[in-house]
C-alpha cells in the first residue's frame, strides 16, 4: 500500500496523513491516532526517500562507532544502543552509523553532519576536556550527548548519571562499616564517568582524613580479566584492602573469581561494591553472593536520549537541556563490617 491508497482509504488528503506519520502539531490527536491504527492494519511503510523530500527529515540519527585494529567493543554500549534502538522504533527512525579511527572521531562527526543523512547527532564515552563538544556547539544540527565532559564548560545537551555521587554514597556506607583500607577497580581514567567515580571516592576518604593510595586503583577496559587482574594485584598487598568499589559488575565478576581463588569470603573478609548497568545478563542479586550496587539503567538511558533527539526533531518539545540521574545504592549481602585482626 502507499500513500494514496492509504489517504484513500482514510478519506483524508496525502499531506494530512503524511503530517499525521511525521508528527507535525497541527493535526489534531483523533486524527493522528486513527492514522496510525490504520498503519497498523494495513502494514503500511513510508517510503524514505519520498518522505524525505515532502518533509527535509531523514528520520534518521547519526552516531559514529570507533573501530580499529585491536580496539575492543563494550557490552556496556550495546545495552545502551537496545535503549536508544526501542525507541527508534516506537517513531519509525533509522540509525546511521559511521566507523571511524578512534583518532578521526572529530572530523568523522562532521562529515556525517553534513551529509545530509542524519536529522540528530549523539555522542558517548566523553572525555575530559573531550575535543568533540567544540565541533558539535558548531553545527546547526540538534544533538545530545550521553555523559559529561569534566573540565569544560557545561553549556551543552547532555543526560548523565550523578557518577561522583553514586561512589561517595558507596564509599560512605563502607566507612560507616568500619573500613579504612580501600580500593577502586574503575574504568579507563581519560574517560569522564571514571575521573567523577574516583573523585567521590577521594572525598569521601578525605572527610576521615584517609586517602585511596595509587597502588589501591585500577583503570582499565571494564571487562571480567581485567576484573580478576587487578583483585589478584590488590590481594598480594603488604595491607590487603578491605573494601572494594568497581565501576561495573562485569569488573566485580572477575574480581569475586579471584577472592574466591584466594580462598576468602565475600561479604565478610572483604567488602565489595559495584555499579549495576542493569546489564540483563549479569545480575548482581544472582551472584553466589549478592552485590550491594549503586544502579541505574543504560537501557533507560538509551530511551530517553532517543526521545529528546526524536522529539527535538518533530518539535515535540520542549525537553530539558540537562538531566542528572541519581543512582540509587542497593546493599545486599556483599558488605558487611570490616574484618577483624
Same mark, same amino acid.
Given at each position: 500500500?502507499n500513500?494514496?491508497? *492509504?489517504?484513500q &482509504?482514510?478519506? @483524508? +488528503?496525502?499531506?494530512? %496523513?503524511?503530517?499525521a506519520?511525521?508528527?507535525?502539531? $497541527?493535526?489534531?490527536?483523533a ?5 496510525l491504527q ?22 534518521s540519527?547519526?552516531?559514529v562507532?570507533?573501530t ?18 526501542e ?10 552509523i ?16 553534513i ?6 547527532l549523539?555522542?558517548?564515552y566523553?572525555?575530559g576536556?573531550?575535543?568533540? *563538544?567544540?565541533? &558539535?556547539?558548531? @553545527? +546547526?544540527?540538534p544533538? %545530545?550527548?550521553h ?5 569544560? $564548560? ?12 553514586a561512589f561517595?554514597d ?21 574517560l ?6 574516583k ?10 582524613g584517609l ?13 571480567d ?26 569488573l566485580?565478576?572477575?574480581?569475586i ?8 569470603? @565475600?561479604?565478610?573478609?572483604i ?8 546489564l540483563?545478563?549479569?545480575k ?8 550491594t550496587?549503586t ?10 536520549i ?17 538531566e ?8 545486599r ?8 585482626a
Amino acid at each position: 500500500m502507499n500513500l494514496k491508497q *492509504l489517504s484513500q &482509504l482514510l478519506g @483524508l +488528503s496525502q499531506t494530512t %496523513v503524511s503530517r499525521a506519520l511525521n508528527g507535525y502539531p $497541527e493535526v489534531n490527536e483523533a486524527t493522528r491516532e486513527r492514522v496510525l491504527q490504520a498503519v497498523k492494519e494495513t502494514g503500511y511503510r513510508p517510503n524514505k526517500a519520498a518522505q524525505r523530500l515532502a518533509t527535509g527529515k531523514a528520520g534518521s540519527i547519526g552516531l559514529v562507532m570507533p573501530t580499529a585494529p585491536g580496539h575492543q567493543s563494550d557490552v556496556h554500549f550495546g545495552e545502551f544502543l537496545a535503549g536508544l534502538g526501542e525507541e527508534a522504533v516506537r517513531h519509525d527512525f533509522h540509525f546511521v552509523i559511521m566507523p571511524a579511527d578512534p583518532d578521526d572521531e572529530v572530523a568523522a562527526l562532521r562529515r556525517l553532519a553534513i551529509s545530509g543523512n542524519v536529522d540528530a547527532l549523539f555522542v558517548a564515552y566523553m572525555r575530559g576536556h573531550d575535543p568533540r *563538544l567544540a565541533m &558539535l556547539k558548531s @553545527l +546547526s544540527m540538534p544533538y %545530545v550527548v550521553h555523559g559529561r565532559s569534566f573540565g569544560s $564548560e557545561p553549556d551543552y545537551p547532555y543526560l548523565d548519571i550523578d557518577n561522583e555521587g553514586a561512589f561517595y554514597d558507596a564509599t560512605r556506607l563502607l566507612l560507616q562499616l568500619g573500613h579504612t583500607r580501600f580500593a577502586l577497580m574503575n574504568g579507563p581514567m581519560h574517560l569522564d564517568f571514571a575521573i567523577r567515580r574516583k573523585n567521590g571516592v577521594v572525598s569521601a576518604l578525605a572527610e576521615r582524613g584517609l586517602t585511596l593510595e595509587e597502588g589501591c586503583m585500577s583503570h582499565a577496559l571494564m571487562t571480567d580479566e581485567q576484573g580478576l587482574l587487578a583483585m589478584e594485584r590488590f590481594l598480594q598487598l603488604p595491607e590487603r584492602p578491605t573494601a572494594i568499589l568497581c565501576s561495573s559488575t562485569v569488573l566485580a565478576l572477575g574480581a569475586i573469581r579471584a577472592v574466591n581463588q584466594a580462598g576468602l569470603r @565475600l561479604g565478610e573478609d572483604i567488602s565489595l561494591i559495584a555499579h549495576d548497568d542493569v546489564l540483563p545478563l549479569l545480575k548482581p542479586e544472582s551472584f553466589s553472593v549478592p552485590l550491594t550496587t549503586t544502579r541505574s539503567s543504560l537501557r533507560a538511558a538509551g530511551v530517553r536520549i532517543a526521545q529528546r533527539l526524536i522529539g527535538t526533531v518533530k518539535q515535540a518539545g520542549p525537553f530539558p537541556d540537562q538531566e542528572l540521574w541519581k543512582t540509587e545504592l542497593i546493599v545486599r549481602a556483599s558488605t558487611g563490617p570490616v574484618p577483624q585482626a
